[in-house]
């Protein structure tokens, strides 16, 4: 029976099976880029955020207004007090309960991975870390509330010792933010939040305004603009966690996996929206076809199915490779966002060969949405193949560690002459002389 979704298969062993993954993986990475320098979006980018450094709140309410079809005074951009504590007080009972939870689960986890509390001292060197002092956190809002982004960034943050937290998110709700952000924006004891949202917000942010102080870091999710906005700025004005593209998952499958449960995990990204990818590397074709039924009778049941059959069709495929070696080299290239692995028994071996993801989801009851709301890692991991060379957020991103070098006269009587030599060999002679006055005058101690 023929199926719409049957040209998302890939039988490694047909002569055109290379250019086919070549492209896929060539659309993936383009869908994750921001434009290039000389694009339309860099430009207006560029011109958004030089107008928000100049004019500061007048740029923010204006380009709020031009992009989101929200008019803000700049008086009205912080959401009161009073409307954080009604929110809470309006959320449901049983809501409240599981996100209180989450948060726990979150708080232990990233307690349980700090490092931040290992500082060391000896022998004249050692080490301390400083958590950052304020931090910007940018939480999407366009199609769903997503307060799992509030916890997921926010938590950590306090766990590394943050003590200032601003919150933005673009007021898509009646003008405003969604009242269950909010909530838990209160429940988490954050009060500076900002219905701002979009390349105006990470402006504001970056470099600060009469009404929104600067901070020092920018972390959380948001469309193309935003991340576009976060690279411009980070480095140079702010730190930020990493350039977030679209939502992603990679599956390692054989023939002990359940094709039901792959196609939900494959349509629980996909449904994301329509540049969000989901692939499947597997060494039993009979799964693969099974699993493309399954993908086409979920999808008629989805809310999101627009969405989740365009991704589907231009970013998604179910490839059967030779043998899980090959999937495994697939996997570390593709670097995903998510790699689950669903390989019965060899689940665990074959994850400890995974060398690059943003998180790995073991055996079959592990789905992404264990990991998007409740275990504890944070569900704010590089995309893109950026797993190559970046993490996951944790606790430990909101923490920087100082040197600190304290020096006898003994120890450096004993390294005087060896610090002079190096220095006199790069031909910087005021570094060699500040040893040497020392040396010349050593009873001469002020301060």
């Known amino acids: ?33 921001s434009s290039g320098a000389g694009s339309e979006q860099s430009r207006t980018v560029a011109e958004v955020l030089d107008q928000i450094a100049t004019q500061g709140d007048e740029a923010v309410a204006r380009y709020t ?45 990233q307690s349980k991975i700090f490092l931040g509390h290992h500082s060391a001292f000896s022998d004249g060197t050692g080490i301390r870390f400083a958590p950052v002092r304020r931090v910007g956190v940018c939480v999407p809002g366009a199609s769903a509330p997503l307060p799992s982004t509030v916890i997921m960034t926010v938590v950590p943050a306090q766990v590394a010792g943050v003590k200032e937290i601003a919150i933005v998110s673009p007021p898509r709700h009646e003008g405003s933010i969604h009242p269950v952000i909010l909530a838990v924006c209160h429940e988490l004891g954050v009060s500076e939040v900002y219905r701002i949202g979009g390349v105006q917000a990470v402006g504001a942010l970056a470099f600060g305004t009469a009404r929104i102080p600067k901070v020092d870091m920018i972390v959380g999710p948001g469309n193309s603009w935003v991340q576009a906005a976060k690279k411009s700025v980070a480095g140079d004005y702010v730190g930020i966690d990493s350039i977030a593209g679209p939502s ?3 599956i390692i499958a054989n023939g002990d996996a359940n094709p039901a449960w792959v196609a939900a995990d494959m349509l629980s990204q996909a449904e994301h929206a329509a540049d969000s990818s989901a692939t499947v590397a597997t060494d039993s074709e009979p ?29 998604s495929r179910v490839i059967v490779v030779e043998n899980l070696d090959a999937a495994v080299a697939l996997a570390n290239e593709f670097a995903t966002e998510h790699l689950e692995i669903q390989c019965g ?8 060969r995974i060398d690059n993801a943003g998180a790995i989801f073991i055996g079959p ?31 430990n991103d909101f923490v920087k ?7 006898s006269a003994e120890q450096l009587v004993a390294s005087a002459d060896d610090i002079i030599r190096l220095a006199q060999v790069e031909g910087l002679d005021a570094h060699a002389k500040s040893v040497q006055v020392r040396q010349e005058n050593k009873g001469d101690i002020r301060g």
């Open 401 to 407: 560690s100082i040197s600190l070098i304290e020096y």
């Open 65 to 109: 207004e031009k992009f989101d079809q929200v008019n803000l005074t700049a008086d009205q951009f912080r959401v009161s007090p009073d409307a954080l504590s009604k929110a809470h007080e309006a959320m449901e009972a049983t809501l409240l309960k599981s996100l209180r939870q989450a948060i726990d689960n979150v708080r232990s986890y």
């Open 248 to 250: 992603e998952v990679f």
């Open 1 to 33: 029976m023929s199926n719409e979704l049957d040209d998302l298969l890939i039988l490694s062993s047909d002569p055109g099976s290379k250019a086919a993954l070549a492209k896929l993986r060539a659309d993936m990475l383009l869908a994750a880029r």
């Open 365 to 395: 009851h592990t789905p992404v949405a264990v990991g998007d709301y409740w275990a504890g890692p944070s569900h704010t991991l590089p995309t893109g193949t950026r797993a190559k060379f970046s993490s996951a957020l944790t606790s």
């Open 287 to 315: 799964l693969a076809r099974a699993i493309l039924a399954e993908l086409a009778q979920q999808l008629t049941a989805l809310s999101r199915a627009d969405d989740a059959r365009q991704s589907l069709k231009r970013f």
């Open 345 to 352: 028994p060899r689940s665990r071996d074959i994850a400890d």
